[in-house]
Every structure is written in structure tokens, then in C-alpha cells.
């Protein structure tokens, strides 16, 4: 692994039929460390990784990996170097587990898509640190929603890239299991170099987990940068609509945002 590829999004515009969603966005994804983007519903946040990960093409502005427009480069290529868990992928009907998570090793076969042992490998770690492996010969579709996440997740592993872009990797997990995903994607951004971009909708998960926040508003960045200076009070009511305290978590050092209820910020007034 390396730390050293450089992604950068350059006066990005995106958007689906005539709906613009994100426009003029410039971002640097910081090398070998965890960023994560938070922003109310709608504000862009997983239409900006789809076309940081060649999804979706972008109507005005480039996407560069390490100096390349990831949208000019072979998506074989592109693979082994980026990945991406979507939100909400769908398997196909009636694959194990074991054959979905192998799947992440086709950008490293070659032309005859020969199977070695460093592909068993990968796929054997990637169902051990997802705690997946029993579930190795399971039918996906007959898997409950958490154990779903983590085996796509298990996937994404296996593909072993240096960038790694994740929308919403904890959905459908309850809160223990939300902890051990993120506990596992920054295990692995620390002990592989692996740069990790994530999406997530809980602000002090983000915060916590992150090291590097992107806050973003009306498909433009609010506020950028280490996660005590952007999840403030102020940005949080500017990006949220919503009234907070924002305080320093006595364990992990980094900023909690509590929300006050509507009849505690009256009470006030």
C-alpha cells in the first residue's frame, strides 16, 4: 500500500436531467488519511463519490487521480487502484457469499482471469476482519441487512486498493456493529496507508472516526478540514438547521454535537 496517490476534484458539476445537484466544487482528498462527508439529505454527498469513482460523469469540471481524469481511465484500471461500496448495491440472485467478496479481485486477473493463491488470501482476510467467514457459503439474498453490509464490505476489502470510498458503509447496522466497521476501516487506513472516504449521515461518528471533515451545503462545500474546526455550532445550524452545543468527547478528544430539541432552544428565548 501507498499514501501517496493524490485525488482531487476540480470545479466539479454534476447533476441528473435538467436538476443541478453539485456545481463549481473543488476538493483535495488528503493522502493516507480518513475524510468523511456529512451534509443534510440531498445536498450531494453520494452524487460527489459516484463521479470521484467514475459513476457518473461530470457535466462541467474533472476528477483527478494522481494527475489522470479518472473518467479517460480504463475502469479495469481505475479498480486497482480506487474503490467504492455504493449505497445500497444489489447482488446477483442467489450468489454465496464466498463468490460475491472473490468478486473484488477481478481487477487484478488477468486476460484469462486466472484464480491464485494471493486471490484466496485476500479473500480469506477480508471475510476474517468482516467476521464474515462463516458465512462463506450462505446464499447473500438470504442474509439479514447488517450481515449484507459487512459482506459487501468484505468485498471492497478484497479488492485491495489504496483509495477506498465508501457511501454509508454502516447502513442498516445497529450501533455496536456501527463501531466495529468504523473501527475496521480506520484499523486499516493505519496499519495499510489505505486513504479512506467515507459518507456518512452521523455527524459525531464522522467526527470521531475521521481526520479530515467535509461539510457540505446547497451542493457547494460549507466548511472543510480538521474535525474540530468544522463541526462547530455555527456550521451545524448553517448545514443543518439545527441548534446544537458542540463539546470535546472526554474519550476520544474529538468534538460531540448535541442537538437541542426545538422546545429547549424556546425555553431559552
Not at 138 to 158: F, K, N, T
Request: hydrophobic share 40%; aromatic share 2%; charged share 20%.
Amino acid at each position: 500500500m501507498t499514501t501517496d496517490h493524490q485525488l482531487v476534484v476540480e470545479n466539479l458539476t454534476l447533476g441528473y436531467g435538467d436538476h443541478t445537484v453539485i456545481e463549481g466544487l473543488d476538493l483535495l482528498v488528503p493522502p493516507g488519511k480518513v475524510t468523511a462527508i456529512v451534509g443534510a439529505n440531498a445536498c450531494g454527498k453520494s452524487t460527489l463519490l459516484r463521479s470521484m469513482s467514475r459513476l457518473l460523469s461530470p457535466r462541467g469540471g474533472r476528477v483527478l487521480l494522481d494527475g489522470r481524469e479518472v473518467h479517460r481511465t480504463p475502469a479495469k484500471q481505475l479498480a486497482r487502484t480506487l474503490g467504492l461500496l455504493p449505497q445500497s448495491p444489489i447482488s446477483p440472485e442467489g450468489i454465496t457469499v464466498a463468490d460475491l467478496v472473490g468478486r473484488g479481485r477481478h481487477p487484478h486477473q488477468g486476460i484469462f482471469a486466472r484464480w491464485s493463491r494471493e486471490d484466496d488470501e485476500a479473500v480469506a482476510d477480508a471475510l476474517t476482519v468482516t467476521e464474515t467467514a462463516v458465512l462463506a457459503d450462505r446464499p447473500v439474498d438470504e442474509l439479514s441487512g447488517g450481515q449484507r453490509q459487512r459482506v459487501w464490505i468484505a468485498m471492497a476489502l478484497a479488492q485491495q486498493t489504496d483509495l477506498l470510498l465508501l457511501d454509508e458503509p454502516t447502513t442498516f447496522l445497529d450501533v455496536s456493529h456501527q463501531i466495529e466497521v468504523l473501527d475496521l476501516l480506520t484499523d486499516l487506513n493505519r496499519e495499510r496507508g489505505t486513504t479512506i472516504v467515507m459518507v456518512l449521515h452521523d455527524l459525531n461518528m464522522a467526527a470521531r472516526y475521521s481526520d479530515h471533515l467535509v461539510a457540505l451545503a446547497g451542493g457547494k462545500i460549507h466548511a472543510t478540514g480538521d474535525p474540530a474546526e468544522v463541526l462547530t455550532e455555527v456550521n451545524v445550524r448553517a448545514v443543518f438547521g439545527l441548534d446544537s452545543q458542540v463539546i470535546i468527547d472526554p474519550t476520544s478528544g474529538k468534538p460531540l454535537m448535541l442537538p437541542l430539541g426545538r422546545h429547549h432552544v424556546l425555553s431559552e428565548r
